[in-house]
């Protein structure tokens, strides 16, 4: 890791400093994280959408299921924005084997489940481990941050959840005058449920890079915190001098 080739500035942060550096980074680099994330995640949220014809549920699990796969293209970016490098489509299918289809099977299954996966993810993605070293390594980061990785979680959670319901009640406010809702049977409707998928898959398309880029914030701190970053980035820039 050439510590001295970060285009940030690394000191120990508070944990909500430090999300707020990943975000940060996120919105200086949105060309290159959405410009990647969205050739990936568009169509595939257009296909699970339209697996509403299969069964009016499938589209909303499936959109939850596929986002930890999701995030590992926004991390790819993230990972590049953080060396001051720009990252085109090109790029991300340069890479596709180890962005997409590596550590598969456990990006759907227990990254899903995880409550601090924007924290660790960097860790499985990105550092080149495995087994015991792997789950060590794991460990350690999540030692002293996995508090703030639930809460980070948590915190994107209920803004996933007051986007959704605000897209709804808009979609709802127009509608014309006249119409007698009664909630108890609309939140039933075909309609309904298909227009919370859509309107889920519409807030997962602008706000899942900015809970990765927190999460990235967070592993970053960490390591500074272990492996005196801080420092290092310091000293080999004024031997650059």
């Known amino acids: 890791m050439q510590v001295e080739a970060f285009s940030v500035q690394l000191r120990p942060r508070s944990s909500m400093e430090a999300a707020d550096l990943g975000v940060r980074v996120c919105q200086d680099a949105a060309r290159s994280v959405f410009?990647?994330?969205?050739?990936?995640?568009?169509?595939?949220?257009?296909?699970?959408?339209?697996?509403g014809e299969i069964a009016l549920w499938i589209p909303t699990l499936a959109i939850w299921m596929a986002k930890p796969w999701l995030d590992r293209t926004v991390l790819f970016a993230l990972s590049r924005a953080a060396f001051g490098q720009a990252t085109t489509p090109r790029d991300l299918w340069a890479a596709r084997r180890?962005?997409?289809?590596?550590?598969?099977?456990?990006t759907w299954t227990l990254q899903r489940l995880s409550p601090w996966r924007s924290l660790t993810g960097p860790v499985y993605q990105l550092e080149g481990l495995s087994g015991k070293r792997q789950r060590r390594r794991v460990q350690q980061i999540r030692s002293g941050s996995a508090r703030a990785?639930?809460?980070?979680?948590?915190?994107?959670?209920?803004?996933e959840l007051a986007l959704v319901a605000a897209l709804l009640f808009f979609a709802v406010w127009l509608l014309p005058r006249g119409i007698d809702l009664?909630?108890?049977?609309?939140?039933?409707?075909?309609?309904?449920?298909?227009?919370?998928?859509?309107?889920?898959?519409?807030?997962?398309?602008?706000?899942?890079?900015?809970?990765?880029?927190?999460?990235?914030?967070?592993?970053?701190?960490?390591?500074?915190?272990?492996?005196?970053?801080?420092?290092?980035?310091?000293?080999?820039?004024?031997?650059a001098l």
């Open 35 to 51: 410009g990647c994330y969205l050739a990936v995640a568009v169509p595939l949220l257009v296909l699970l959408l339209a697996a």
């Open 98 to 106: 180890q962005v997409w289809w590596a550590q598969l099977p456990r």
């Open 149 to 159: 990785g639930v809460l980070v979680t948590s915190a994107f959670g209920l803004a």
């Open 182 to 239: 009664r909630w108890s049977a609309f939140a039933f409707e075909p309609q309904m449920q298909l227009a919370t998928a859509l309107g889920y898959a519409i807030v997962v398309a602008f706000l899942e890079p900015f809970y990765v880029a927190a999460g990235f914030g967070l592993y970053l701190n960490r390591r500074v915190e272990l492996e005196a970053w801080d420092v290092e980035q310091e000293l080999r820039r004024a031997q």
